[in-house]
Nanobody, 124 residues
Framework: QLQLAESGGGSVQAGGSLRLSCAAS????????MGWFRQAPGKEREFVAA????????YHAGSVKGRFTMSRDNAKNTVYLQMNSLKPEDTAVYYC?????????????????WGQGTQVTVSS
């Protein structure tokens, strides 16, 4: 089992910044592709960003590109999501997830392990 724990959520005004962290424990973290997803009330869970374990390639959704940056620190078993220029439409519960096989990083159904989520609220 791989345990994931998100932190860093909170309430900010539009234009502000937050940095989310996701700490992993229980298995060899470095061999998992990692992703960030978010889910707003009444909406489906959507892809935000992902990073490959092999070469560190990152992917970001079009809606966050240029504002959010995902990174990973294998030495600390942690991934991060730096969120800048936040907008009210970024309000959601943010989840990190781990995928051992890298089948489709954009599909939440591909991920085997999930954190409990952290709330991000952006006010206008």
């Amino acid at each position: 089992q791989l345990q994931l724990a998100e932190s860093g959520g909170g309430s900010v005004q539009a234009g502000g910044s937050l940095r989310l962290s996701c700490a992993a424990s229980g298995r060899t973290f470095s061999i998992y592709d990692m992703g960030w997803f978010r889910q707003a009330p009444g909406k489906e869970r959507e892809f935000v960003a992902a990073v490959r374990w092999g070469d560190g390639t990152t992917y970001h959704a079009g809606s966050v590109k240029g504002r959010f940056t995902m990174s990973r620190d294998n030495a600390k078993n942690t991934v991060y999501l730096q969120m800048n220029s936040l907008k009210p439409e970024d309000t959601a519960v943010y989840y990190c997830a781990a995928d051992r096989y890298g089948s489709n990083l954009f599909n939440p159904g591909s991920y085997e392990y999930w954190g409990q989520g952290t709330q991000v609220t952006v006010s206008s």
